[in-house]
């Protein structure tokens, strides 16, 4: 079993809202900024003796929006890492970042401070439909963001997708997948909206100002998606990933295949020895707490074997290779169907309809059963 160690780095500031955002963000000064990023180190610095053991094989700077900070300060967050952990040669080092937010001055600094693999929230290549969603940037920042990024010396970059817009059809959608293709990142990633409650776009939705799109034009666009990066040479790894040979990203597999990660910052989580736990979401509490020599966890978990199998399954199933049967015996001690004996008809059934396949001792979702794949996970928990 791979004893290699995540780690996530969470950084919540964006310049400001996204309608349809439900992550942990807000907007901030410098001077607060300065302040979260000391009270990261001193994180890093109470944790890490409990946590060394194990060699660092992949970074990632996750958001909010990582690109705004300072080369200065991611350079700080890495030095310290290194300080005190092992990290692998080639460590895959990660930071997300939005076009608008880049130069190529900063790019360059990241890219010096070790930052190998940038992830540009690019969303959709059609400036209407940014400017719905409440985005910064337009389509030509995120062309203009990944020619900084190339001739900074990134040769592994991922772009981030949305299908299932309001006021998106199938043409934007195919126009935004070419335009995305046309810079040839190494991994795309397509996700399809979700409306969150407690958003602005949900109250757009719910109060009629916004018209959702239906499930079939989402699936379609999904579908669409899926055909035209395979053609372009992308190999579907993941629901919604798709990377050339070789590009997978390497922190995402960590989720998908229940390997250890640390998460550092606001609303991080970790999985550490089959315990999950999470840092507070309150910026004000996080920053307390670390100033007052207290970690800022405030929820953790020793999972059950139960909890360990149903995990391993629900997110293996997320993978296109699915789960090794193997494995799963391996880890358990018991084989799958024995565990799963009380799902096993609805589980053939699935299999007979093509939506679940059994073979070469691997269980995997078909393309139509990524469709219904939450009615399919729902089977094992
Ligand atoms: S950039 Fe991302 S994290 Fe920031 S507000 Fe927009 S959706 Fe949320």
Redesign the pocket.
Known sequence: MDQTLGIYIHI???????S??????QAADEEMKGRYVDCLLKEIERRAPALRKNPVDSIFFG???PSLLSVQQIEAVLARLRLRFCLTEDCEITM?A?PGTVSPESLAGYRSAGVNRLSF?V?SMNDGLLAG????HRAQDAVQSVCWARAAGFDNLNLDLMFGIPAQDMRLWTHTLQEAAALSPEHISFYSLQVEEGTALYDDIKYGRMQPLTDEEDRQMYHEGLSWLKSRGYEQYEISNGAKPGRACRHNLKYWTMQEYAGFGLAAHSFLSGVRSSNTESLFDYIKALQAGRLPTVWSHANTQEEMMEEFVFTGLRQICGISLAEFRQRFGVDFHQVYQAQEEELQAFCRDGFVCESGGRMYLTERGMDISNRIMALFV
């Open positions: 919540p500031f964006c310049i400001r809202k996204c349809y955002c439900g992550f942990v963000s958001g909010g929006t997300e939005n929230g969303q969603l409440g985005r910064i």
